[in-house]
């Protein structure tokens, strides 16, 4: 059974830092394509940052690219989002997201519960 | 950046109702896209990939069609389980999500 299980959410204060983990278990981790996808309460999704299988492709919105850097690490079966400078308008439910296939050209089959990061002073 | 438009917004609907929510991509995005339910509190679920294949699991009420810029997902006679959000999302180039349809009680 896949499962996907996010960590590191929490209060930050403006220009802080938080790293995001998501724990794989259930499948070939370097197999697939990954994700964070963010969602403002009650607004739409936006995909964040993507990575390949092979990790060779990566993908960042407009929106934290600069700001952030997503990794996986096979070893562990975890997927990383390193974010800095962060901002209100960062806050957000954070999903990771396991693609169907290992290129970024992929739908989303599987998805964590989320978790929350607040970025407020 | 492709941008993806979906209508109408809110959609009002009884049970047994046949449903039809339309996409529009900026540019052709050949037959790369997705169609999720949404339901509050709860991470989204895939129903279609690839416009019109459809999620292992998926009630064959959902289908989805359409190719190029235009894509409709239709839900053949809508279950009281089906009031929810639904998005859609290309992924021909990077992923976008559509705003959002939310299916409401008539």
């Known amino acids: 059974e896949v499962q996907l299980l996010e960590s590191g959410g929490g209060l930050v204060q403006p220009g802080g830092s938080l790293r995001l983990s998501c724990a794989a278990s259930g499948f070939t981790f370097s197999n697939y394509a990954m994700s964070w996808v963010r969602q403002v309460p009650g607004k739409g999704l936006e995909c964040v940052s993507a990575?390949?299988?092979?990790?060779?492709?990566?993908y960042y919105a407009d929106s934290v690219k600069g700001r952030s850097t997503i990794s996986g690490d096979t070893s562990k079966n975890t997927l990383y989002l390193q974010m800095n400078s962060l901002r209100a308008e960062d806050t957000a439910v954070y999903y990771c997201?396991?693609?169907?296939?290992?290129?970024?050209?992929?739908?989303?089959?599987?998805w964590g519960q989320g978790t929350l990061v607040t970025v407020s002073s | 950046d492709i941008q993806m438009t979906q209508s109408p917004s809110t959609l009002s609907a009884s049970v047994g109702d046949r449903v039809t929510i339309t996409c529009r991509a900026s540019q052709s995005i050949s037959s790369w896209l997705a169609w999720y339910q949404q339901k509050p509190g709860k991470a989204p679920k895939l129903l279609i990939y690839k416009a019109s294949n459809l999620e292992s699991g998926v009630p064959s009420r959902f289908s989805g069609s359409g190719s190029g810029t235009e894509f409709t997902l239709t839900i053949s006679s809508l279950q009281p389980d089906d009031f929810a959000t639904y998005y859609c999302?290309?992924?021909?180039?990077?992923?976008?999500f559509g705003q959002g349809t939310k299916v409401e009680i008539k």
């Open positions: 997201a396991k693609g169907k296939y290992q290129l970024l050209r992929s739908a989303v089959d599987y």
């Open positions: 999302q290309q992924y021909n180039s990077y992923w976008t």
């Open positions: 990575i390949s299988g092979s990790g060779g492709y990566t």
